[in-house]
């Protein structure tokens, strides 16, 4: 496709289960971006990837969280036992060579914890 | 630390009045880079502009304009004549020298009345 796109678009889970989101960027774009979006916390950045590797992952909101892309393309979020403050659209974007290129988004992974 | 600071949450305006979206940014970084994002009601953000902190220049695109001030850590969003299909959420985003995605402000409501 033309764009990023996203996959699951909604998750419901329960507490405690884990989840797996999955990215895949656009085609030839480097470097791929997650983020949060959530009511309280506006858009928040979680980690950053050029090529496979993650320069600082720092921006992880909790070590259940964790991220990996392979091939320098698809990527996937992981959130072990997950909470209910871990609702909220998870959306990737990613760019082409250039760390301050525009970010192209995808339309995001809507997460619901019960 | 960077901030971006849109102290508009909501601005309600009717149709072909002009409006202008504040932003106010913070950042000891010398090379950054300032970003309008859209974010219509189906969700996904959609890329407006790019600027880098050398080059003031304001910008227009059609009804769209920027106006760029480094005196006062400025980079305010004008939309001339406006249109319904204007209302989203719009978002001023900041990104700076380090491997940290962008620093997004809170966003701003524009909502255009026919």
């Known amino acids: 496709g033309a764009g990023v796109s996203q996959s699951p678009s909604n998750k419901v889970t329960e507490k405690g289960k884990d989840v797996e989101l999955r990215c895949d960027p656009i085609s030839g774009h480097t470097a791929l971006y997650w983020y949060r979006q959530s009511l309280g916390q506006g858009l928040e950045f979680l980690i950053y990837?050029?090529?496979?590797?993650?320069?600082?992952k720092s921006g992880l909101p909790s070590d259940r969280f964790s991220a990996e892309r392979t091939g320098g393309s698809v990527s996937t979020l992981t959130i072990q036992r997950t909470q209910q403050e871990d609702s909220a659209v998870y959306l990737c974007?990613?760019?082409?060579?250039?760390?301050?290129?525009?970010?192209?988004f995808g339309p995001g992974t809507r997460l619901t914890v019960l | 630390a960077q901030k971006v600071t849109q102290a508009q949450t909501e601005i309600s305006v009717v149709e072909k009045e002009d409006v202008t979206l504040d932003c106010v940014y913070e950042?000891?970084?010398?090379?950054?880079?300032l970003f309008w994002y859209k974010q219509p009601p189906s969700g996904e953000l959609v890329f407006l502009i790019r600027r880098n902190s050398f080059d003031e220049q304001n910008e227009i695109s059609g009804r769209y304009s920027w106006n760029f001030q480094k005196s006062t850590s400025s980079f305010n969003f004008t939309i001339t004549a406006s249109q319904v299909v204007d209302s989203a959420v719009y978002f001023c985003?900041?990104?700076?020298?380090?491997?940290?995605?962008?620093?997004f402000g809170k966003g701003t409501h524009l909502i255009i009345q026919p």
């Open positions: 990837f050029q090529g496979n590797s993650a320069p600082d």
């Open positions: 985003a900041l990104m700076g020298g380090g491997a940290d995605g962008l620093t």
């Open positions: 974007a990613s760019s082409s060579v250039g760390y301050y290129n525009e970010q192209f």
């Open positions: 950042t000891r970084d010398t090379t950054y880079y």
